[in-house]
């Protein structure tokens, strides 16, 4: 067997893992998602998903990803193929594989967006309309949306954008820039990566908080830091009794830890035998949970509430992610001291998170072609760089395409692919056995509730998960039928039907 690579220490395994949960929701999507539903409120049924669904769900699947390292395998159908001897069990892992490639596919473009703004920031290149008492959010945000629209080329709706040049531009610098990082390896790669970028968001973070706590209303005194924190920490408490609520607590936790895309089983299958990944599960969390709840919650929120005040910024939050983080922050930005600086540092901050989590991303599929076919690092990376490029102008030229893919891969797959992790480790594996690759190596066990919680608690919560959003979701989005709509599926069939035959040619040969 090829000797595979290694994690070089523990500190990059740990900001390797925290760049995969890292990403563009914990600051665009978390606040979003707290500000509709109920505020302060909304962080019981988040915290109680994360103690019941997220990290027992991480535990789980760092213990499969070592246990397949071990055995020459980085990703799901090897992993499961080993741990139930089942024909179908490499099938179900295609997910592993399938799904971060659809992700990594849309997610590079969006990324891409990042590094551009940073750049527009710096160089003051927004529009600067007069910002009045008496002029509402929607209408003084109009101008960005329109900057935004012109320039991923949907201003003029229809079937196919027409972006701008420089995001197209830009897209190409991100997706090479990624890719001659994956090119680099694990440890020389991936690693040196967080080790800069991990430690710089955090710098970043904390120097857009500070900012945001000084800021002072240009419009309406009464509009304060105090009550745009309130905005998103006062507790609605009728909340808790809305399924949607907590429906939209437990999603926000399977984003904002990365969980069911494959990437940390991939990320794990490289960690040393006797690596006490009870631990570093819980160090990657922490450090997760800190960038969202006090960097993510207080940046864009609070700012909005600052400038539009809660009325505006209540408008502002139901306009979604892409509303808040390129539309809202620039509007802000030109109208404070600083501001080209500081729009510079939030969207390199949000580049940061971007990037790594695109890595991550792209690793599974990178890791298949190296473990399950033999292929050279660079060239499995030239392939997926090279399939990547070439899908994603279905995002970057037909509308819809991007919803579409992030439903299916984002949104609805990753459900599934988490479901089938915890019955085949669980329940087909062993639980028993399951717990004890868990606790290897730990200095100290995890608590025994936990045993109980990933054997029966965590499969139902996922299983009503799964249910609700199909019944919720899935007739709005079968619905729509538009020609992008339509081609994207097409070829997101055909995308997983090519993952099924290397799949199955890989075991063709096996069995030769």
């Given at each position: 067997?090829?000797?595979?690579?290694?994690?070089?220490?523990?500190?990059g395994?740990?900001?390797?893992?925290?760049?995969?949960?890292?990403?563009?929701?914990?600051?665009l999507?978390?606040?979003?998602?707290?500000?509709?539903?109920?505020?302060?409120a909304?962080?019981?049924?988040?915290?109680?998903?994360?103690?019941?669904?997220?990290?027992?769900?991480?535990?789980?699947?760092?213990?499969?990803?070592?246990?397949?390292?071990?055995?020459?395998?980085?990703?799901?159908?090897?992993?499961?193929?080993?741990?139930?001897?089942?024909?179908?069990?490499?099938?179900?892992g295609?997910?592993g594989v399938?799904?971060?490639?659809?992700?990594?596919?849309?997610?590079?473009?969006v990324?891409?967006?990042?590094?551009?703004?940073?750049?527009?920031?710096?160089?003051?290149?927004?529009?600067?309309?007069?910002?009045?008492?008496?002029?509402?959010?929607?209408?003084?945000?109009?101008?960005?949306?329109?900057?935004?629209?012109?320039?991923?080329?949907a201003?003029?709706?229809?079937?196919?954008?027409?972006?701008?040049?420089?995001?197209?531009?830009?897209?190409?610098?991100?997706?090479?820039?990624?890719?001659?990082?994956?090119?680099?390896?694990?440890?020389a790669?991936i690693?040196?990566?967080?080790?800069?970028?991990?430690?710089?968001?955090?710098?970043?973070?904390?120097?857009?908080?500070l900012?945001?706590?000084?800021?002072?209303?240009?419009?309406?005194?009464?509009?304060?830091?105090?009550k745009?924190?309130?905005?998103?920490?006062?507790?609605?408490?009728?909340?808790?009794?809305?399924?949607?609520?907590?429906?939209?607590?437990?999603g926000?936790?399977?984003?904002?830890?990365?969980?069911?895309?494959g990437?940390?089983?991939?990320?794990?299958?490289?960690?040393?035998?006797?690596?006490?990944?009870?631990?570093?599960?819980?160090?990657?969390?922490?450090?997760n949970?800190?960038?969202?709840?006090?960097?993510?919650?207080?940046?864009a929120i609070?700012?909005?509430?600052?400038?539009?005040?809660?009325?505006?910024?209540g408008?502002?939050?139901?306009?979604?992610?892409?509303?808040l983080?390129?539309?809202?922050m620039?509007?802000?930005?030109?109208?404070?001291?600083?501001?080209q600086?500081?729009?510079?540092?939030?969207?390199?901050?949000?580049?940061?998170?971007?990037?790594?989590?695109?890595?991550?991303?792209?690793?599974?599929?990178?890791?298949?072609f190296?473990d399950?076919?033999?292929?050279?690092?660079?060239?499995?990376?030239?392939i997926?760089?090279t399939v990547?490029?070439?899908?994603?102008?279905?995002p970057?030229?037909?509308?819809?395409?991007?919803?579409?893919?992030?439903?299916?891969?984002?949104?609805?797959?990753?459900?599934?692919?988490?479901?089938?992790?915890?019955?085949?480790?669980f329940?087909?594996?062993?639980?028993?056995?399951?717990?004890?690759?868990?606790?290897r190596?730990?200095?100290?066990?995890?608590p025994?509730?936990?045993f109980?919680?990933?054997?029966?608690v965590?499969?139902?919560f996922?299983?009503?998960?799964?249910?609700?959003?199909?019944?919720?979701?899935l007739?709005?989005?079968?619905?729509?039928?538009?020609g992008?709509?339509?081609?994207?599926r097409?070829?997101?069939?055909?995308?997983?039907?090519?993952?099924?035959?290397?799949?199955?040619?890989?075991?063709?040969?096996?069995?030769?």
């Amino acid at each position: 067997m090829k000797e595979r690579e290694q994690w070089g220490s523990r500190i990059g395994l740990i900001l390797a893992m925290a760049g995969n949960a890292i990403g563009l929701g914990n600051f665009l999507r978390f606040p979003v998602q707290a500000a509709q539903n109920g505020g302060g409120a909304f962080m019981i049924p988040y915290f109680i998903s994360l103690l019941i669904l997220g990290i027992p769900l991480m535990w789980v699947e760092w213990g499969i990803g070592r246990y397949g390292g071990k055995l020459g395998h980085g990703t799901a159908p090897g992993m499961f193929d080993a741990m139930w001897k089942n024909r179908a069990a490499k099938y179900i892992g295609i997910l592993g594989v399938f799904l971060p490639l659809v992700v990594t596919i849309y997610y590079t473009y969006v990324c891409s967006w990042t590094l551009a703004f940073s750049v527009f920031s710096i160089l003051g290149s927004y529009p600067k309309p007069q910002l009045a008492g008496s002029i509402t959010a929607s209408e003084y945000l109009k101008p960005y949306q329109n900057y935004l629209y012109d320039f991923i080329g949907a201003s003029t709706g229809g079937t196919f954008l027409s972006p701008e040049p420089i995001a197209y531009i830009f897209f190409v610098i991100t997706l090479v820039l990624a890719f001659w990082i994956l090119g680099k390896g694990v440890s020389a790669g991936i690693e040196v990566l967080n080790k800069i970028a991990i430690p710089a968001l955090f710098i970043m973070g904390l120097i857009l908080f500070l900012k945001v706590l000084t800021l002072t209303s240009p419009t309406n005194p009464d509009y304060t830091v105090t009550k745009g924190l309130s905005f998103l920490w006062e507790p609605d408490f009728s909340g808790l009794l809305s399924g949607k609520v907590w429906l939209a607590a437990a999603g926000q936790i399977f984003f904002t830890l990365s969980l069911g895309l494959g990437a940390i089983l991939t990320y794990a299958s490289y960690v040393k035998p006797d690596e006490d990944i009870a631990l570093d599960g819980l160090s990657t969390a922490s450090l997760n949970e800190f960038a969202e709840v006090v960097f993510g919650s207080t940046i864009a929120i609070t700012s909005a509430v600052v400038f539009f005040g809660p009325t505006g910024a209540g408008e502002i939050a139901k306009g979604g992610a892409f509303t808040l983080g390129f539309i809202s922050m620039p509007a802000i930005f030109t109208h404070i001291s600083g501001g080209q600086f500081f729009g510079f540092l939030w969207f390199l901050l949000l580049f940061f998170a971007g990037i790594t989590s695109v890595v991550a991303l792209a690793q599974p599929v990178i890791a298949f072609f190296e473990d399950e076919f033999g292929l050279e690092r660079k060239k499995s990376v030239a392939i997926i760089g090279t399939v990547c490029f070439l899908s994603a102008h279905l995002p970057i030229f037909l509308n819809g395409s991007l919803d579409e893919m992030d439903f299916w891969a984002g949104t609805f797959g990753l459900v599934i692919l988490a479901l089938f992790e915890m019955i085949i480790f669980f329940w087909i594996f062993g639980a028993e056995k399951a717990w004890e690759e868990i606790n290897r190596g730990a200095k100290i066990r995890v608590p025994r509730i936990f045993f109980y919680i990933m054997k029966y608690v965590t499969p139902a919560f996922i299983t009503i998960i799964l249910v609700a959003w199909a019944y919720e979701q899935l007739p709005e989005i079968i619905s729509k039928g538009d020609g992008g709509v339509w081609a994207t599926r097409v070829f997101l069939f055909l995308l997983l039907a090519l993952n099924i035959a290397l799949v199955e040619l890989v075991w063709k040969r096996r069995r030769q």
